[in-house]
T-cell receptor
Framework: GAGVSQTPSNKVTEKGKYVELRCDPISGHTALYWYRQSLGQGPEFLIY????????DSGLPNDRFFAVRPEGSVSTLKIQRTERGDSAVYLC?????????????FGQGTRLTVV | AQKITQTQPGMFVQEKEAVTLDCTYD???????LFWYKQPSSGEMIFLIY??????QNATEGRYSLNFQKARKSANLVISASQLGDSAMYFC????????????FGQGTELSVKP
């Protein structure tokens, strides 16, 4: 399909393990965003890429979280030494230009469960 | 600090009736945008409608309209002629013109449409 694709859709991991979450944005979209949505809450911003560079990483909660977008398309969110509090749905979105009035298209998310 | 407030955790509406979902925001920046997204149980965020802070007219998109009251800092979503498929979570969100499309979300309102 032509939408934002996130893999895996579900991930269960043990506390302390390392995980990678992948986002494949809509082709041609230069802006890519990661959000985290805890149960019963609205999504919280994590990081924003414009092209290959992280334009705003102010939402990353700590240095266990890191994201890359090496070729300006696919992005990977990496979480080291996972904790139970990291359990949430991780949403990826992309937009054509990253402008303030530009519609962001979201993927269906990766549900991460840390046991 | 909470920037977007949605005070209705849950709402019920009869099919074919109109419903208003409330959203207030807090900012001193004059340049911002307001969005509404729908999140069905499948988890994907679906864009509904956008209002820029300098827009003179209230935004409309089909059955959706945004009641923008700038002085009151409110951006309520009105859904006319509710349908069963409108049952979902609804999120109000804000972006700033100088922050590249990053969205700040409210906590959401769960809408249930009764047949």
């Amino acid at each position: 399909g032509a939408g934002v694709s996130q893999t895996p859709s579900n991930k269960v991991t043990e506390k302390g393990k390392y995980v990678e979450l992948r986002c494949d944005p809509i082709s041609g979209h230069t802006a890519l965003y990661w959000y985290r949505q805890s149960l019963g809450q609205g999504p919280e911003f994590l990081i924003y890429f414009q092209g290959t560079g992280a334009a705003d990483d102010s939402g990353l909660p700590n240095d266990r979280f890191f994201a890359v977008r090496p070729e300006g398309s696919v992005s990977t969110l990496k979480i080291q030494r996972t904790e139970r509090g990291d359990s949430a749905v991780y949403l990826c979105a992309s937009s054509l230009s990253g402008g303030p009035n530009t519609e962001a298209f979201f993927g269906q998310g990766t549900r991460l469960t840390v046991v | 600090a909470q920037k977007i407030t949605q005070t209705q955790p849950g709402m019920f509406v009869q099919e074919k009736e109109a419903v208003t979902l409330d959203c207030t925001y807090d900012t001193s920046d004059p340049s911002y945008g307001l969005f509404w997204y729908k999140q069905p149980s499948s988890g994907e965020m679906i864009f509904l409608i956008y209002q820029g802070s300098y827009d003179q007219q209230n935004a409309t998109e089909g059955r959706y309209s945004l009641n923008f009251q700038k002085a009151r800092k409110s951006a309520n979503l009105v859904i006319s002629a509710s349908q069963l498929g409108d049952s979902a979570m609804y999120f109000c969100a804000m972006s700033y013109y100088n922050q590249g499309g990053k969205l700040i979300f409210g906590q959401g309102t769960e809408l249930s449409v009764k047949p």
